[in-house]
């Protein structure tokens, strides 16, 4: 198993990239089991469960209506990323390794794709199970305050950084280089 974490900031094209990664595994190496996860996708599911009250809706929703992430709900005045930030935050002072538990747990497949590491426990733990993890730098977006979005400022031990200055073409090129990379790690593996 081959895990690939994706970080970090809001809207530098993590998902973009993984989405390429995903579909050029799929078409490349249909025998190989990939799975795409995040590990904020059960920290939305908890959340649109406890405030659906509110007009919070299922994490999915949010992917194809990106802008309704920054829309405050009325009946508690935060949009759906400030809530998610605040519920994220307070589970892991419970427990740091909250979510990274709960998503790599029982987790199998031939290459595993995480779209949304922000934090360095996160960035271990890929790599204590010896996975490879991916910035995508992409210049001009806005810079956030949360810890979410500014604890690996400074952190320096990305395996490749992507450079997202370009269009979707380099960006998928990129995408299907790391992929081609993997798919034949693992066939030379096992084989």
Partial sequence: MRIVGIGYKK???????????HTFIRCTAPGF???RMSFADKLKDIAQQLYG?????????????RDEKEVSLPLIGKSPRQLWIEVGNNLRNVYPETWINFALRGAVAD???ITDVRFKNEAKAIHNQGGMLVKIDRPGIPQGTDPAEVELDSYNTW???????????YLNSMAESLSRKLINDIKAVNS
């Fill in 111 to 113: 290459i595993i794709i």
């Fill in 53 to 65: 009250w509110t007009g919070l809706k299922p994490g999915i929703y949010y992917e194809a209506h």
């Fill in 11 to 21: 809207g530098s094209g993590k998902d973009q990239f993984a989405s390429f990664m």
């Fill in 33 to 35: 089991c990939i799975k």
């Fill in 159 to 169: 395996d490749l950084v992507v450079d997202n200055n370009r269009d979707l073409v």
